[in-house]
């Protein structure tokens, strides 16, 4: 989808003396009192191609080698999964993420709908089935610092203490910050 946006010519005689063009944006597109209307398309783009945008820019930046790979973040509304990739060979060295049997059942993270706004009643009858029946009430923050832990201790088994870590054009925050911070407080160094 394209939306187009219209600039109105305030002071156009800009073609033998010296005056500035003054632009000044128009909300329709129909031509303008001054003259010929200048139509400036312009693309919208999606939350997701700009994070894609930033990732590829961050890559540009990020390589990973044999002494040194990269951990790669990506997270979805579910699920969050960790890659430490060796970029020369092309080799995925170790990951982690809640897909994994092992941290779905230590969390009893099960991957339920995406979104569920439940009422305040259901909440709290949640939160008092948790805490009286010895089940575990786990944010996504914690199960981010889970993700984390694996990782690092997946990497320090195989001998890999620094990596350089590629956040995948999410902002340094939440998730991303969480499973990084457990990952340093591991043993990982980046």
Do not use: W
């Amino acid at each position: 989808m394209a939306s187009s946006l219209s600039f109105a010519q305030s002071a156009f005689v800009c073609s033998q003396s010296h005056q500035f063009c003054n632009f000044r944006p128009k909300l329709s597109s129909s031509s303008s009192t001054f003259g010929a209307a200048l139509t400036i398309e312009a693309k919208t783009r999606t939350r997701r191609e700009d994070r894609q945008a930033r990732h590829v820019r961050i890559r540009k930046k990020v390589e990973g080698t044999p002494e040194r790979p990269r951990l790669s973040v990506f997270r979805s509304n579910k699920h969050i999964y960790a890659q430490v990739i060796d970029d020369s060979k092309m080799h995925t060295l170790a990951s982690a993420s809640t897909m994994q049997k092992a941290i779905s059942e230590q969390l009893d993270f099960t991957a339920g709908p995406t979104i569920v706004y439940p009422s305040l009643l259901q909440l709290e009858e949640t939160i008092c089935y948790c805490l009286c029946q010895g089940g575990v009430f786990v944010s996504s923050l914690e199960v981010a610092k889970k993700v984390g832990e694996i990782i690092a201790k997946s990497c320090l088994e195989k001998g890999i203490m620094k990596v350089a870590f590629d956040r995948g054009g999410y902002p340094y925050h939440g998730r991303i910050e969480a499973l990084a911070d457990a990952a340093r407080e591991h043993g990982l160094q980046f």
